[in-house]
């Protein structure tokens, strides 16, 4: 269920930027609040200016919050403060500024507490306006952080209050984009719809040169509709070393070796794919083992097979894929 109350800051079409603007001539406070829930370690939540050279970026790096601004003075960066945020839990954030004070809490506790001096110049007409953008930066360029943030984060966002403003543009962004709000619970994890996959290279993960060359993995899952393909390693022209794939509606495992029938596992009836399921993959010489919560079994694999497996793994050529087809 999708909440109505939950703004998803990750949207990521520059195009789709949610703008506050606020009349500095109207503002009777400089306190924002609002509560936030992430898992993701790094990325911006909000980017604050009133002109070109006097701006404020609140982010997380590293899962703690990350404060990066420029005024009179120059550019500064107070970097990974106060309590690990990215914890998939609600976080009141609360951020109070003047022309010479910036007071940052994490649910009541002062994590960043910054006295700085700044001339008292006057605001021209061509920055009457202080100027807001949730979960990203100007589109323009204009603006180059001292240390770079991946702006993108994987976070939510409910009970804010800007400067003690209306903030109907947020309402009407939830209003009528359903994918400005949050689903309602969230767990760690990853989404991958139909067409949609990640790859990495094999060389990403350790290799131990202890005892004969082996390959063993675990994967998590769960689907909403018939399966498709959990994980592959395609070796150079994306030729199909394994693959591991799931066949919802014979509630069939499989793994495949050469665009061979290696193996396949089948779950006992009644067993809903929708929960949590885990399966354990095993590559040995000679022998492929596939271990669910309910069954294990194993089968014998030809050498050459085995061999080709391992040439695959080291060939700086070879990807494996996560997802998708």
Request: charged content about 20%; overall charge negative.
């Amino acid at each position: 269920m999708r909440s109505t109350h939950s703004l998803y800051l990750g949207n990521g079409d520059p195009k789709n930027t949610l703008l506050l603007e606020f009349p500095l001539s109207s503002l009777t406070s400089n306190l924002s609040s609002f509560e936030i829930r992430t898992y993701d370690c790094q990325g911006i939540i909000f980017f604050g200016n009133i002109g070109l050279d006097n701006w404020f970026v609140l982010g997380i790096r590293d899962c703690r919050l990350e404060i990066q601004m420029s005024n009179g003075n120059g550019q500064m960066v107070l970097s990974k403060w106060g309590p690990e945020v990215s914890n998939g839990k609600w976080q009141k954030v609360t951020v109070d500024s003047t022309i010479n004070t910036i007071d940052v809490r994490v649910n009541g506790e002062v994590v960043i507490m910054l006295t700085h001096h700044v001339k008292n110049e006057p605001v021209t007409s061509e920055h009457a306006n202080l100027g807001i953008i949730l979960g990203d930066l100007p589109t323009n360029g204009k603006i180059q952080l001292l240390r770079p943030l991946n702006p993108a984060l994987d976070a939510c966002m409910t009970n804010w209050a800007w400067v003690k403003k209306s903030t109907k543009a947020l309402d009407d962004a939830m209003e009528t984009d359903e994918n400005r709000r949050c689903f309602e619970n969230e767990e760690r994890g990853t989404f991958f719809p139909a067409q949609g996959y990640a790859t990495f290279k094999p060389t990403s993960f350790p290799l131990h040169t202890h005892g004969p060359w082996h390959l063993s993995f675990q994967l998590s899952f769960r689907v909403l509709e018939d399966g498709g393909l959990l994980l592959a390693l395609y070796g150079a022209g994306n030729t199909s070393a394994l693959t591991i794939t799931l066949d919802g509606q014979k509630q069939v495992l499989e793994a495949s070796l050469l665009d061979k029938l290696a193996h396949s596992v089948t779950f006992p009836p009644g067993i809903c794919l929708k929960d949590w399921h885990t399966v354990d993959v095993q590559i040995q010489e000679n022998q492929l083992v596939l271990k669910t919560e309910e069954a294990t079994s194993s089968m014998d694999i030809p050498p050459a097979d085995f061999k080709a497996l391992e040439d695959t793994w080291v060939d700086p050529n070879a990807y494996i894929s996560i997802g998708g087809m």
